[in-house]
């Protein structure tokens, strides 16, 4: 019986760890490996140590363009967090008071999740077109003509309008993950702190916000992992050089650029991009196994 | 909890000005479909003076949209399949026997939810060249089943855990096998997190274009995303076919979320735990 059982395990597990070891472990592990090697070109030479990091951090123009990208992934994280998030969870709290119409609002809100980032992208691109867009003229036509501009044409606005259109798209995630999360709280546990006399601030200051920690736990995870990937956003409507002059100029794209060469530079180095995979890499894995051990301990017991 | 509140016109206020905030702009992009570039310059928010299909035959055939589409079906149908099968089966495994390695094979597939597969791209290069399989459908649909499994067996082994212990020890004690048990005892049980899965992975893998353009030269494989990036290039100024291919390109995920909207917010709400 004991071995049939460890033969049915295998059977279970077998198909996925294969598929997942060759298609995700093996070519992480060798990106990994590919920073500790010299490269020319696409071609693997000797053994470097840590060379790509020293070059990384110390020779121009990539620790510049490190930092520069870094702040800007840090940017978007804490605008996503306080923009997105906070309206998702608002709204969240709204639906789950069961207003008029609840099941319509919460089908309209996660629509635009559906939709493709390259659509997202064009589409808003289109609307915030500095001459033809629609965004401008309607400041226009409302008499804020001054407050026009070429949204994404300026390094001052440019970050910041993307991620407005990023949380357009997503803010309907957050609000469903914790409308789940609410709802998930059983009723007693209302009636009970009503019974004992608690106003409805109260109740959902202290019951329901308290038994939401997993939601919020995993959309911080997903948030922070999320913010840290961007590369399609900036891609299809900055570039690959995250224009204007590098304004949007986040991790994924200058990975990407130093990967595979710039246009413009015809910049290409492995060694150095696979040390910019590496670092990205370790600040994924530890932010988000802090959460993920956090998550575990804070799993609370209801039913 | 109530609806009776003061505050309530205040929420409602507050839903109905996001509800027009998500709307709006897919409402302006699918009016200036069937407009012609000079209507959408001049008269952005009017309706079109004549509903014309001009746009979208020119989508469809010149653009080649047909074409992208079915690839990008083919290529969804295909990795969400295997997630689904290879990911109920390892949760299964995992969240309802323990056995020595179990928590590290947990985490080793949660690892994949935590690291961008993207990072790996030029091994991954490397391996589907290697493999024969550079410019080839196989190259997607293996590295989005192989990426996809993490969440799916994050959600589904949460699932399988929250069933009740006494489930397993009862059909044993009835005498069912380990895949009786699985595919008609605890399969059925978790369905809605099966509906969550295939969302939360169908929209990804649909929208994807890092990776056809990486793998992908040939015109006819091209999946949509990657598809409509060429097709930006090349209709720039005509902004008449430019809102068609976007509205056309929305269309078939956004009629699939209508589709599946009410499994999926079901899913959600209904919840295992007390279901």
């Given amino acids: 019986m004991r071995a049939g059982r460890r033969l049915w395990l295998i059977f279970f597990l077998a198909p996925a760890v294969v598929l997942f070891a060759a298609f995700v ?34 020779t121009f123009p990539y620790p510049r363009l490190l930092v520069n990208a870094f702040w800007h992934n840090v940017l978007v994280f804490v605008l996503t967090m306080v923009i997105q998030n906070l309206t998702g969870l608002a709204l969240a709290l709204i639906l789950a008071r069961n207003p008029w119409g609840a099941r319509a609002y919460r089908a309209i809100f996660f629509l635009p999740v559906t939709l493709s980032l390259v659509i997202v992208g064009f589409l808003w691109a289109l609307f915030l077109n500095p001459v033809f867009g629609v965004i401008n003229k309607m ?35 957050p609000t469903i993950v914790f409308l789940a999360g609410i709802n998930a709280i059983p009723d ?45 956003l900036p891609y299809v409507v900055q570039g690959v050089s995250g224009a204007p002059n590098r304004a949007t100029d986040v991790l994924g794209l200058l990975f990407y650029r130093t990967a595979f060469g710039e246009v413009d530079t015809g910049l290409q180095d492995i060694g150095v991009g696979s040390a910019i995979a590496v670092l990205m890499f370790l600040a994924l894995v530890i932010v988000s196994t802090a959460g993920a051990v956090f998550l575990r301990r804070r799993e609370v017991e209801m039913g | 909890m109530s609806r009776h509140s003061r505050w309530m016109p205040l929420m409602q206020a507050a839903l109905l000005a996001n509800a027009f905030l998500v709307l709006a702009p897919m409402l302006f992009m699918g009016l200036s479909a069937f407009k012609t570039t000079r209507e959408i310059f001049q008269h952005p928010l009017g309706l079109p003076e004549i509903w ?75 391996l589907m060249r290697n493999l024969g399989l550079l410019d080839t459908l196989w190259s997607l649909i293996l590295i989005y089943a192989a990426s996809g499994l993490p969440s799916a067996i994050f959600i589904l082994t949460g699932f399988f855990r929250t069933l009740p212990a006494d489930l397993d020890s009862a059909a044993r004690i009835d005498g069912a096998g380990e895949w009786t048990i ?71 995920v956004v009629a699939l979320y209508v589709m599946l909207s009410a499994h999926f917010i079901r899913g959600l709400t209904a919840g295992a735990v007390k279901g």
């Avoid at chain 2, 990795?79 to 026997?97: C, D, E, F, W």
């Avoid at chain 2, 990657?226 to 078939?252: E, I, K, N, R, S």
Wanted: hydrophobic share 55%.
């Fill in chain 1, 25 to 58: 472990t093996y070519p992480i592990l060798s990106a990994l490996a590919y920073s500790l090697y010299a490269w020319e070109g696409i071609g693997r030479r000797g053994f470097d140590g840590l060379g790509n990091f020293i070059r990384l951090f110390t």
């Fill in chain 1, 139 to 173: 400041l226009g036509a409302a008499g804020l003509g001054a407050l026009a501009r070429p949204w994404l044409g300026e390094p001052a606005t440019a970050l910041v309008t993307l991620t407005l259109v990023n949380a357009w798209r997503w803010v309907g995630f």
């Fill in chain 2, 52 to 126: 014309s299909l001009d746009n979208f035959s020119r989508v469809w055939v010149e653009a080649r949209f047909a074409r992208y589409i079915q690839n990008s079906v083919i290529v969804t149908a295909a990795s969400v399949a295997i997630i689904l099968a290879l990911g109920a089966m390892a949760s299964y495994a995992l969240g309802r026997h323990r056995f020595r390695g179990n928590d590290f094979l947990y985490l080793y597939f949660l690892s994949g939810l935590m690291l961008p597969i993207r990072l790996a791209i030029i091994p991954l290069f490397i």
């Fill in chain 1, 188 to 232: 007693d546990y209302l009636e009970a702190a009503r019974l004992d006399g608690a106003s409805e601030w109260e109740v959902t200051r202290r019951v329901v916000l308290p038994l939401l920690a997993p939601a919020v736990t995993i959309i911080v995870i997903l948030t922070f992992i999320g913010s840290f990937n961007w590369f399609e």
């Fill in chain 2, 182 to 252: 699985f595919a008609r005892v605890m399969l059925p049980l978790v369905r809605p997190a099966l509906v969550i899965v295939t969302v939360y992975n169908l929209i990804p893998i649909w929208n994807d274009f890092f990776f056809p353009l990486v793998f992908i030269q040939s015109d006819h494989l091209k999946t949509l995303p990657l598809g409509m990036t060429a097709f930006f290039g090349q209709y720039y100024t005509d902004w008449a076919t430019l809102f068609a291919g976007l509205t056309l390109a929305a269309v078939p």
